[in-house]
């Protein structure tokens, strides 16, 4: 097995490539990197931006992979930059595939889209067969990409599309909600800034994993799951959750006295619904989270507590 995890500096990729070196120890890992960050794991790194065709090329022919894992690209939805989000998140996904298909070998490929794709789901969890509609530069691009690659799903070019919906942990950088207050508060507990939590819009309500879980859906998806041309997955909880609980879950492990205001820098008009629905998920992998938010929360503040701000 080769496999090749794009975007292997990043967040994802990181875990990624340590669940695959500990599930996998017979398979060869290479992963791109662009800008900071090194692949995890002993994955063999290659430099490429793969908005760049020419390097999504090169880093095909380099890993000759069996199995991809396509994480690299835009990944929060507080963008608004249309055309840049565009290039990394649609161009740079069908680059890839063209570099794949002209390979002529067989491969697995796994793309991570979103579960913003959805929109608001107030009803009920979306499912995989239920109408798009994205709100916003990130989700529309997200919405689009799957629109783009579907054409490239073959026999021998097995294409996974995995509606991600939000998760969290240790390691994640200040911009998204849990890490952006985990940080806040490890800084609060040692004395360097005063005991306020600023914080954005707590109307919505989420749907969270813990990117332990995601990495081992993600792996569980391309690696075990029985073969087929094309396939949407929603990788989620299932369970949706306000995002004021949230808070107030990692306020209450905090070891210092806390105070919560609303930074109107931070705030976002996203007070909605998303939440999924883990059937098809269950159905081809048998998965089922093993960290409970709580623990993710709490992991993820005691990173922040020794991690350099």
Known sequence: MRVLITGAGGFVGGWLAEALAAAHLDALLFGTVHGPGEPRAGAVPIAADLSDPEAARHAVEVSQPTHIFHLAGFASAAGMDQVAIERANVAASVGLLEAVAAQEKSCRVLLASSGYVYGPTPARPARETDPLDPRGPYASSKALMEEAVRPFASETLALTVVRSFNHSGPR???????????????????????????????????DFLDVRDVVEAYRKLLCEAPDAPWRVVNVCSGVGVPMQSVLDTLISVTRVPVRAEVD??????????????????????????????????????????????
Do not use: Y
């Open 172 to 206: 994640q950088r200040p911009g998204f909600a849990i890490p952006d207050w985990a940080s806040q508060l490890a800084a609060i507990e040692r004395g360097e800034i005063e005991p306020v939590l600023r914080h954005g819009n707590l109307g919505s309500i989420r």
């Open 264 to 309: 109107p820098g931070k705030w976002r008009d996203d007070a909605w619904s998303c939440v999924g629905d883990n059937g098809t998920l269950l159905a081809l992998t048998g998965f089922r989270p093993a960290f409970p938010l709580a623990e993710t929360l709490s992991a993820t503040l005691e990173f922040w507590r020794t991690e350099n701000l």
